[in-house]
């Protein structure tokens, strides 16, 4: 990326997570192509208490009742921040690179930065991440959007098996 970015992220961890079918699917319109109470619960246990960074898109996709997502700093990126309506507390960015510099200059001891999607903020953040957390869901579903290939960047560092999915735990090579 560039070298201020570069230093910022030095001192965060940068992990994203994501979940996705055998065919890499993880979008339909704006939404998950699936709903997963189990996939929802491992999300929030490791998002808790950390920042999270998403696109207008992501954000536009969480029912109203959950935003701003609670015990979390929220970062939406907006190529129009100016005119996106956010609750206060809400933090905008104009781009992927700018959202990780204001979440790497807000993070504290132990927060992680975490990247909750979509597929074009995944495309562009992943080179920066040092942790993805994947979980597998089974099964065709329809959709619109699919994680990029990430397999020659990461190893598998764990794995657990839930009751409807997989969970995968990447670490940057």
């Known amino acids: 990326m560039n070298r201020v970015i570069d230093s ?3 001192a965060a961890i940068v992990a994203a997570i994501v979940a996705m079918n055998d065919d890499r699917l993880i979008g339909n319109n704006g939404a998950l192509p699936w709903h997963l109470p189990e996939d929802l619960k491992h999300f929030k246990a490791l998002t808790s208490g950390h920042i999270v960074v998403m696109g207008r898109k992501t954000w536009e996709s969480i029912p109203s009742k959950f935003r701003p997502l609670p015990g979390r700093t929220n970062i939406v990126i907006s190529r129009n921040p100016a005119a996106l309506s956010v609750p206060v507390g809400v933090l905008l960015a104009s781009s992927p690179e700018g959202a990780i510099e204001m979440a790497s200059e807000l993070a504290q001891h132990g927060q992680k930065i975490w990247i909750i999607g979509g597929a074009e903020i995944y495309r562009s953040t992943l080179p920066l991440c040092t942790e ?6 089974s099964g065709k579903h329809e959709g619109d959007a699919w994680l ?6 990461f190893s598998l560092a764990a794995e657990s098996r839930g009751e409807s999915c997989v969970f995968r735990t990447y670490q940057r090579r």
């Not at 993805?132 to 869901?137: A, I, P, R, S, Y």
């Not at 990029?148 to 960047?153: G, I, Q, V």
């Open 148 to 153: 990029a290939e990430f397999e020659h960047e």
């Open 132 to 137: 993805l957390h994947l979980t597998v869901v």
């Open 8 to 10: 910022a992220i030095d």
